[in-house]
């Protein structure tokens, strides 16, 4: 009955998924918390997030506000529960064309204004990839967002202005967000809750 | 017409073998592969010409449709064949040879029931030279463009997951390949119709020429030839790459590159 509430009330919430050979890993979020995730690497971090956003074939359930992903259309799945990948593609010439819209409200918190539109991909530095890519991903208003080392490549200054910009985002909409970071001096100043991966579960710890 | 005897083949044949020795002599590597290539042609076409000529001797639907299967199984393999990755299981060779099917064989019997009208309209004489040349043209269509789009999905796997990721659909994340593999797969014959008198003269064309049918005759047959070759091409090689890049993906937009199998060695 316990776990029923608990469900009604997740923005997100996995049910023994299990992926690749790992799991079954059971985890739900609520709607605007922030939940960090850390493991050694090959634990499968990764797969853990591009199996819920429904990228490789899985067992398991996974629910969106208490609603099941099979009720949802795949892209309609992705554009909810956004998974922002440690290294972004682009594939056209300009920054502009992977926007759906010529306004990006997210640009200038990360330090870029209209102009970037026009801006060369193949100019682009990776930590500004990556910062463009979160305001990319940001633009489709998702209720979900899974994060997989969003700040991997930037200097202080860029660190904290995605953290602002994603605690402002969680805060305005009451995103559930699920955080991978090696930094845990990171994930104890974004997370409100910890969780730990190891290859047959996930655990709680405190910091 | 002038029929040619075995010396004047021979005399032929030594030219070839004459090349061969130079490639030898400059170890180019190629004289072992010239001299099989050569041979099989021999053999290949007269048996292909013992067929034929029973097959005229007794116009039958039953043997003109089996000799038709057997062609379409020799294209189908070789599409297989020509994939660096290929679908594994059955589809590898059933994508193929089923869009070869549907497009070659629909034209064939289309352009003998209408166009060339002959009596009755599987005589042998017109559908299986018609047939063979639709189908060795859209089975090089389809071997490019399916070859093209696997490569490429392959290695732009991150692109199209990415795409994927913001929500595009299977048909979106592959829509650019897929164009580009369409254009490699129609851009043979699109450049032998745009050159077609000017650079060469096509070899059917000159066929029946040398045979002794008048130009105008010939010229006539060989603009029909032409466009039954490019519409068979498109539509076949259409149908092959929506069968491939539907596969390439499951019902809930993966994209699953589980589904071909490794690069050939």
Known sequence: ?207 | MITLSTVDLSLAAGLVLAMAALSWRMQLGLSGQLLIAGTRTVVQLLLIGLVLKALFANVDLLWVTGISLVMLLAAGREVMARQQRRFTGWWGFGMGTGAMFISSFAITVLALTTMVATDPWYDPQYAVPLLGMLLGNTMSGIALALDRLTTTAWQQRAIIEQRLMLGATRLDAIAEIRREAMRSGMMPIINSMAAAGLVSLPGMMTGQILAGSPPLEAVKYQILIMFLISAGTGFGVTAALWLASKRLFDDRHRLRLDKLTGPRS
């Not at chain 1, 074939?57 to 099979?70: F, K």
């Open chain 1, 1 to 207: 009955m316990v776990e029923l509430e608990e469900a009604h009330m997740s923005a997100l919430n996995v049910i023994d998924l299990r992926t690749h050979g790992r799991g079954p890993y059971s985890l739900c979020i609520a709607p605007g918390e922030c939940v960090s995730l850390r493991g050694d690497s090959g634990s499968g971090k990764s797969l853990l997030l591009r199996a819920i956003a429904d990228l490789d074939p899985h067992d398991g359930q996974v629910l969106l506000d208490a609603i099941s992903r099979t009720q949802f259309t795949a892209p309609q799945w992705r554009k909810q529960v956004a998974l922002l990948p440690a290294e972004s593609q682009w594939w056209q010439d300009e920054v502009g064309a992977h926007f759906p819209a010529e306004k990006c409200p997210w640009l200038e918190p990360l330090g870029f204004d209209a102009e970037t539109m026009r801006w060369q991909v193949s100019r682009l530095s990776s930590g500004e990839k990556q910062r463009l890519a979160l305001a990319r991903i940001l633009m489709n208003k998702p209720r979900i967002l899974l994060l997989d080392e969003p700040t991997a490549s930037l200097d202080n200054d860029n660190v904290l202005a995605v953290e602002k910009l994603i605690e402002k985002y969680r805060c305005d909409t009451a995103t559930a967000v699920l955080w991978v970071s090696h930094d845990a001096q990171q994930a104890a100043r974004v997370g409100d809750r910890h969780l730990q991966l190891t290859t047959d579960g996930i655990r709680e710890y405190t910091t």
